[in-house]
Nanobody, 122 residues
Framework: QVQLVQSGGGLVQAGGSLRVSCAAS????????MAWFRQTPGKEREFVSF????????FYADSVNGRFTISGDKARNEVYLQMTSLKPEDTAVYYC???????????????WGQGTQVTVSS
């Protein structure tokens, strides 16, 4: 099992920045990729970004590309999402996830953090 514990997030005005973090523990050797998803009420979980734990390659959803940056520290088993130029439509609960593939669909990820609220006011 892998446990993911998130921190960060909160309330910010449009145009501002926030960072969310995720720390993994347990069977971390199983992790090949880590990702961020977000979800708003009544909608499916939406892919935001992933990072490869082997070469730190990254990929972003079009909606956040150029504004969000995913990074990771494999030695610390931590992944971060730096969010800049935030928009009200970025408001959501953000989840980190760990898995064994570099994919954009939530069902492929085995482990999930508890979720962190990010609210962007207009």
């Amino acid at each position: 099992q892998v446990q993911l514990v998130q921190s960060g997030g909160g309330l910010v005005q449009a145009g501002g920045s926030l960072r969310v973090s995720c720390a993994a523990s347990g069977r971390t050797f199983e992790i090949y990729s880590m990702a961020w998803f977000r979800q708003t009420p009544g909608k499916e979980r939406e892919f935001v970004s992933f990072i490869s734990w082997s070469d730190y390659s990254t990929f972003y959803a079009d909606s956040v590309n150029g504004r969000f940056t995913i990074s990771g520290d494999k030695a610390r088993n931590e992944v971060y999402l730096q969010m800049t130029s935030l928009k009200p439509e970025d408001t959501a609960v953000y989840y980190c996830a760990a898995g064994r593939a570099l994919v954009t669909y939530a069902s492929a990820y085995d482990y999930w953090g508890q979720g962190t609220q990010v609210t962007v006011s207009s």
